[in-house]
C-alpha cells in the first residue's frame, strides 16, 4: 500500500517543462501573450497577467524553439484551471489548458519538438531552451508573424521570463 506522501501521475502523456511563448485568443482580433511553462500532447500549463475563468474556450499559438528559429504549433482547447501567482515583482496567473483539437501537422511538428527535447534531456551537452533570454527576446521580437506582438505583449513576455530566470 503505497504512502500518504506518494505521488501517482495520473496524466495520460508526459509533460515536458520548457519556456516557450504563447499566444492565445477567444476572439483574433484580441491575441494575448503568455509564456508555457509545461506542454504535453493533451495539456499546457502557462503564465499570464490577463484573469480569465475557467472553461474558457481560447485557441492557442506555442511557438516552438530550435537554435532560435521559431516553429509554431496551434490548438483549440479550454482552460480546466486557474490560480493566481505572484512571486518576487510579478504577479500573474497560471492556467491549466486542455487542448481538444490541432490540426494533423500541428500534432506531427509537436511530437518532433517532443523527441527532440528527450534527445536533449540524454545529451550532456544538450542546452535547455532558452538559456540566453536576450537572443530569445531579439528573436521572439523579430519574427514575422500573422498578426503583430505589440510592445505590451513583447514587455508581458519579457517579465514572464525575467521572473523565471530568477
Known amino acids: 500500500m503505497p504512502g500518504l506522501n506518494s505521488y501517482e501521475e495520473k496524466r495520460q502523456h508526459p509533460r515536458y517543462f520548457v519556456r516557450l511563448p504563447l ?8 491575441v494575448q501573450a503568455g509564456l508555457v511553462a509545461n506542454i504535453s500532447q493533451s495539456g499546457i500549463l502557462f503564465h499570464s497577467v490577463h484573469k480569465m475563468e475557467t472553461d474558457l474556450n481560447l485557441t492557442v499559438r506555442v511557438y516552438l524553439s530550435g537554435e532560435y528559429n521559431l516553429d509554431q504549433v496551434e490548438g483549440s482547447g479550454r482552460i480546466v484551471w486557474m490560480n493566481v501567482h505572484q512571486e518576487q515583482d510579478w504577479k500573474g496567473y497560471k492556467y491549466g489548458f486542455q487542448i481538444v483539437g490541432m490540426a494533423s501537422g500541428d500534432q506531427d511538428r509537436l511530437k ?13 551537452h544538450g542546452e535547455k531552451p532558452f538559456d540566453d533570454y536576450e537572443k530569445y527576446i531579439a528573436a521572439l521580437s523579430n519574427r514575422k508573424r500573422e498578426v503583430s506582438l505589440t510592445k505590451r505583449s ?3 513576455v519579457n517579465d514572464i521570463l525575467h ?3 530568477n
Open 23 to 30: 499566444d492565445y485568443w477567444e476572439i483574433l482580433d484580441v
Open 112 to 124: 518532433q519538438y517532443f523527441l527532440k527535447l528527450q534527445e536533449e534531456e540524454l545529451s550532456p
Open 154 to 156: 513583447l514587455r508581458i
Open 163 to 165: 521572473w523565471l530566470k
